[in-house]
Structure formats: C-alpha cells, structure tokens
T-cell receptor, first 109, second 113 residues
C-alpha cells in the first residue's frame, strides 16, 4: 500500500529552527508537496520538489531524497504565525496525490 | 476576489436532512476536487472533475452526490448522512488535473447530528 509518515505534533520556540520530516512509500514518484494549514483555514502551497536536493524559499526550505523516500521542511527564525499544521503529499506514478496526516507545529514564546 | 470560495463555512444537519455545499473558483482552472478532512487523518480525495467531467470517484458512498455545472462551480449534495460524515470538506482547483499545485478553499465544517 501507499503510505506517508510524518510526526503528529512538534513544539518549537520562537526564533529557533525546526525540521519536519516526511517519509513515503508510494507506487512511483512524480513530486512531493508541502502545504501549510492554519486551524480552520485552507491548506496553502509552500513548496514542490521533484529533484533531489534543497530548495530554499525565504525562511522555509524543503529537501528531497528520492532514493531514501524522504523529505523535510525546514523553518528558520520561527514566528508565532508559523503555528499551523504542515501537510506532506506525494504525487505517485498515476498522478494521484497521496497525503500525510499532517504535523501540528506549536510555537512557544 | 479570493481564488476559491466555499459556502457555507459551517453546517449542522440532521441525518434526514438534504443540504448542498458550494464551491466556486475564480482562477480559470480546469480541474476541481472535493476532499474530506477528518481530525488527525490524511486528506481523503472524494471526487475529481476535469472540464466538468467526473474523472474520479474514490468509492464514496452514494449519500454524497457531486455536481459540476461548469468549470468554475462545484457542488456536493448531501442526503441521509451519518454522524461519522462530520468533517471538514475542502474544495480545491488546479489548472491541470493532479499534476499542478492545488489551490484550496476555506472548507465547510460539517456536523451531522
């Protein structure tokens, strides 16, 4: 079966750095997405990785290793507004999006 | 104009009621989706429409009935729901089915009593 694993919840301190991991087992791979979802709001697109390596976009970076079936989202200089759920999703060989259950990130002052 | 809008934002219904959820996208996209999001579970894809044709129905019970009258509007008609159907229902759109980044609406929080 197809599976996306990410931690259920993480806690970090304002101003610090946090890394949210995502591992996947899917039938094929056509890219990995990270979405941010604030409580009661719509998921919003953060990043898309299809090649190995690190993609940096401001305070957020996303890394992919296809051989390891692994990705992480790195958030730097954490702000209180970064408190949200972070969803990992993989596009499989049939171009179906397989979603993880999300990681709830709690930022403390 | 917000990219993807959904109404109502909150809905409480009894098991014998009939209601409809509405989604509208203002992005000129060709694909629209209905997802169910339950607490601490992955997003569940329910239906996919491409150019107003249904291209996917992921074994969704018949008490959920989608309708796509045009490429900008998507409805989800609900009847005789069960309490376990209580969840957040998200609509999304993309330029091309599956491959492109999806843009989500704010969702409808549904409670079935």
């Amino acid at each position: 079966g197809q599976n996306i694993d990410q931690p259920t919840e993480m806690t970090a301190t304002e101003g610090a750095i946090v890394q949210i991991n995502c591992t996947y087992q899917t039938s094929g791979f056509n890219g990995l997405f990270w979405y941010q979802q604030h409580a009661g709001e719509a998921p919003t697109f953060l990043s898309y990785n299809v090649l190995d390596g690190l993609e940096e976009k401001g305070r957020f970076s996303s890394f992919l290793s296809r051989s390891k079936g692994y990705s992480y989202l790195l958030l730097k200089e954490l702000q209180m507004k970064d408190s949200a759920s972070y969803l990992c999703a993989v596009l499989d060989s049939n171009y179906q999006l397989i979603w993880g259950a999300g990681t709830k990130l709690i930022i403390k002052p | 104009e917000t990219g993807v809008t959904q109404t109502p934002r909150h809905l409480v219904m009894g098991m014998t009621n009939k209601k409809s959820l509405k989604c509208e996208q203002h992005l000129g996209h060709n694909a629209m989706y209905w997802y169910k999001q339950s607490a601490k579970k992955p997003l569940e894809l329910m239906f996919v429409y491409s150019l107003e044709e249904r291209v996917e129905n992921n074994s969704v019970p018949s008490r959920f009935s989608p309708e796509c009258p045009n490429s900008s509007h998507l409805f989800l008609h609900l009847h005789t729901l069960q309490p376990e159907d209580s969840a957040l229902y998200l609509c999304a759109s993309s330029q091309v089915p599956y491959e492109e980044t999806q843009y989500f609406g704010p969702g409808t929080r549904l409670l079935v009593l």
